[in-house]
């Protein structure tokens, strides 16, 4: 997610927890939920921007990606951003597009009007002054609102987020876990699992926190939301290199998640650089590359292979590429309240390079 923050997010583990050890990986296996997170295409798109093929020739681009392995996309919806987009009219007239193309859907709610990531939760302005009860209320009418309004149009999503890098609970203040307190969490995430499934049964409920980083936080985090009674599908973790460590942890990781709560895992998001320089005015999000991988066209593909074969080998069935469509395009800027002038943090990220060429040793694998 965009501008997360390491490193400060501190929990209480138990004791039992840190002495825990690792589970031993998985036998490799198949990655069926092959993802791109697109969100800000459908902005970029309106803006007249043109993407090309690795060949050079113009082409929509999610055929590119879908030419390229992709066979999954995920749109975040915010309740009621400025600028409009990645509200759910723009989500519903999007997700017409992403399914007429044979995607796969996945939904990540992010029940909030800007960025939700492990450093910032805020309410949506319209529940800002709602407490626990009325929120979980607010949780299950906007989830069920927004799947059957896809779901109407025929757009059925396949996958949902009940909140975005929850690492310690969404809706601040409310919904955040303080003194290993899981109790506020629980009654959202389960508002959010009940509103789905009563929409439709057969969409996978996704839990998503940024914590690859070590066995202890995931433990930490999904132990306590099991013990509140939380029922989920698919688990769902962050990998970037950057700020979660190595390959084989991230491994090591997947494996332990798999065995612990016996539920599928992916990976929700994961990006590497093909440049450490910028294209716009906004600085870099990430300006390191990862540990034996060159920031250069080669070094983003096979950065991204390897990643997935961490995955692989840990048994997760899915890895997502976070934002590969992000160019650097005039008026397609990170901030919702001023996205006509603010600058993309991510052009250096994204597998398109600044005149929208694809990056053809990027590839998703099976």
């Not at 390491?6 to 002495?19: E, K, Q, R």
């Not at 057969?202 to 009674?229: L, P």
């Not at 934002?323 to 990170?334: C, H, K, R």
Request: hydrophobic share 45%; with cysteine.
């Amino acid at each position: 997610m965009f501008r997360k923050l390491a490193g400060v997010l501190a929990v209480v583990l138990s004791a039992a927890v840190l002495a825990a050890p690792p589970q031993q990986a998985q036998a490799a296996s198949t990655l069926s939920m092959r993802g791109a997170d697109v969100s800000t295409l459908q902005r970029a798109v309106d803006l007249g921007a043109k993407y090309y093929t690795a060949a050079g020739a113009v082409a929509d681009p999610l055929d590119i990606l879908k030419s390229a392995g992709v066979n999954y996309i995920r749109l975040r919806v915010w309740n009621n951003p400025a600028s409009g987009y990645n509200n759910a009219a723009k989500v519903l007239a999007y997700a017409k597009t992403v399914k007429a193309k044979g995607f796969k859907l996945l939904i990540d709610f992010h029940y909030s009007d800007t960025w939700a990531d492990p450093g910032k939760q805020y309410k949506p302005a319209a529940w800002s002054s709602h407490g626990i009860s009325a929120l979980t209320t607010d949780v299950y009418n906007y989830t069920y609102g927004v799947c059957n309004s896809l779901k109407a149009q025929g757009t059925t999503p396949d996958s949902v987020q009940i909140g975005n890098e929850i690492n310690v609970g969404m809706l601040w203040n409310d919904g955040k876990v303080v003194n290993n307190d899981f109790t506020n969490l629980s009654l959202l995430l389960k508002a959010g699992y009940n509103a789905t499934k009563a929409c439709n049964s057969g969409t996978q409920v996704i839990i998503h926190t940024a914590n690859s980083d070590s066995d202890a936080h995931a433990r930490w985090f999904y132990d306590g939301i099991r013990a509140k009674g939380v029922v989920w599908d698919v688990t769902a973790l962050s990998y970037y290199c950057n700020w979660h460590g190595t390959m084989a942890n991230m491994t090591s990781v997947v494996a332990d998640m798999i065995s612990r709560y016996g539920k599928p895992t992916i990976l929700a998001e994961t990006a590497a650089p093909f440049t450490l320089n910028n294209a716009d005015g906004t600085g870099n999000s990430i300006n390191t590359a990862c540990s034996g991988y060159a920031a250069t066209w080669a070094g983003q593909g096979a950065a991204f292979t390897a990643v997935q074969n961490a995955a692989k080998a840990g048994g997760a069935i899915g890895v997502f590429y976070w934002e590969p469509t992000w160019t650097a395009v005039p008026g397609n800027g990170w901030d919702p309240a001023n996205i006509a002038s603010s600058g993309d943090g991510w052009d250096n990220m994204a597998v398109f390079n600044w005149t929208n060429v694809f990056n053809g040793a990027v590839k998703w694998i099976s």
